[in-house]
């Protein structure tokens, strides 16, 4: 069974930066795939990033792309998500999740593809 903690999360202004990061106990961190997902209140969770066992192949949600970065320490056994240029709508809960599948194959934007998930981080950005 393994454990997802997130954290880095708070209250930060348009266009500044967070980063996340979701530490991972209890199982082979390096064999999963990860994804980051977000909710925000009233909404279903969608995918934000996803990154492949090695950390060699990523991917992201287009309302993301060039502002978010996913990567990977597998000697941490840490996933970390860089979110610069805040906007008001990307406040949500941030989640990250493991994919016991070590590729990004078939549908990992997909919730539903991963075995495994984080309690959330609150993320607000402010305008």
């Known amino acids: 069974q393994v454990q997802l903690v997130e954290s880095g999360g708070g209250l930060v202004q348009a266009g500044g930066s967070l980063r996340l990061s979701c530490a991972a106990s209890?199982?082979?961190?390096?064999?999963?795939?990860m994804g980051w997902f977000r909710q925000a209140p009233g909404l279903e969770r969608e995918f934000v990033a996803a990154?492949?066992?090695?950390?060699?192949?990523?991917d992201y949600a287009d309302s993301v792309k060039g502002r978010f970065t996913i990567s990977r320490d597998n000697a941490k056994n840490t996933v970390y998500l860089q979110m610069n240029s805040l906007k008001p709508e990307d406040t949500a809960v941030y989640y990250c999740?493991?994919?016991?599948?070590?590729?990004?194959?078939?549908?990992?934007?997909?919730?539903?593809?991963?075995?495994?998930w984080g309690q959330g981080t609150q993320v607000t950005v402010s305008s």
């Open positions: 999740a493991a994919d016991r599948k070590s590729y990004l194959r078939g549908r990992y934007y997909q919730a539903l593809e991963y075995d495994y």
């Open positions: 209890g199982g082979t961190f390096s064999r999963y795939a």
């Open positions: 990154i492949n066992w090695s950390g060699g192949s990523t």
